[in-house]
């Protein structure tokens, strides 16, 4: 799950990881009460405000602004609020901004009056091919990671944490060293790391990434923007985290579909494909595309497969007006194929007039009687055994 860089950084902040002062708005006078709250309690006259999407790239999008004053701020707002902010990460499409994050600057001067900023990258992870959790940093921040790994990756550093002590204090102070810091700076930086690794472990976040940590010129270390990402799996025991789930800013027929636990993904092809089981599910893509057909979604409804998840991924399915034909694919293990014909039948006839073919392959437990049910119903369903069959059928209709 996806959250919001406001609510990411209200996370980290529960697991002592320092972030700078931001109020969420969702409406120009409301962004000018925020930032007239930083003012009073932070005492700077500058401010950021930043689009709130699940996306990167706002800043080059238009949807990052600094205000030098009160007056900036709301205006500011007046430009992001409602508008389709287009990213390299969101599409041609765009997503459009409900939302924006005032926060206080952190760019200011030290007693000195010097400002001396410096930004850096830091994400924590999983490793799935040592199966451990990595902390990939570098002092190159704010700007794309992957330039950075393509052109110089002598600035790309990890550490690997260790799954039965957990990160050590010395392998924090490895990181701060690797970032060329020294004195408060490197204190600082030791313990936000510490930190940042416990947020990671106690939100069950599949990926954090702060890019830029950043170091003010009061040798300050903040999380001066981030991306978080929670287990899905682990939804169950971080119930507060799950409230935080904005169904805005997915795809609705995603959302849709696990309403009714089915693991739906859209893709851009023409041919609909249902099927029961991750694996099957690849196999049947693959199958598509050999047949000269490409998936339009990835579609698997489980091994409980019946009448109603059927008829859900019949409705879902048809609403891509790009679809040509719908391949069904079912092998019987746990659930029987009679059954699942019989929700074919029993969808289909709910649904109405589906005007594209549907290719039925039933394999397993009573697929013998399925085609029988599937044959005998009248309805304008294509039925198969083999896998081939299904091909040979997916290539002549579509």
Known sequence: MN????????????????VPKGIVADTPAAALQAARQIKKDVGVDSFAVKAQIHAGGRGKGGGVKIAKSLNEVEEYAKQILGMTLVTHQTGPEGKEVHKVLIEQSIYYPNENGEIDVAEYYMSVLLN?????????????????????????????????????IGLQPYQARKIAFNLGLSGQAFKNMVKF?????????????????????????????????????????????????AMMRDLTEEDPAEVEAGKYNLNFIKLDGNVGCMVNG??????????????????????????????ETVEAGFRIILKEPNVEAILLNIFGGIVRCDRVAQGVVDAYKKIGDIKV?????????????????????????????????????????V
């Open 128 to 164: 799935r091919a040592s199966g451990k959790n990595i902390i990939m940093y570098s002092p190159e921040g704010g700007m794309d990671i992957e330039t950075v790994a393509a052109k110089t990756p002598d600035k790309i550093f990890t550490e690997e944490v260790e799954p039965g």
């Open 3 to 18: 959250l919001h860089e406001s609510q990411g950084k209200y996370i980290l902040s529960k697991f002592g990881v320092p």
């Open 193 to 241: 790391v510490m930190a940042l690794y416990q947020a990671y472990e106690g939100s069950d976040a599949a990926m954090l990434e702060i890019n830029p940590v950043f170091k003010t010129s009061d040798d300050k270390v903040l999380a001066a923007d981030c991306k978080v990402n929670i287990d899905d799996n682990a939804l169950y025991r971080q119930k507060e985290f």
């Open 357 to 397: 073919p549907v290719i039925v392959r039933l394999q397993g437990t009573n697929a013998k009687e399925g085609k029988e049910l599937i044959d005998s119903s009248g309805l304008k369903v294509h039925s198969a055994i083999t896998l081939q069959e299904a091909a040979d059928l997916v290539k002549e209709l």
């Open 278 to 307: 991750a694996g099957l599910a690849m196999a049947t893509m693959d199958i598509i595309k050999l047949s000269g057909g490409e998936p339009a979604n990835f579609l698997d409804v489980g091994g409980t497969a019946n009448a």
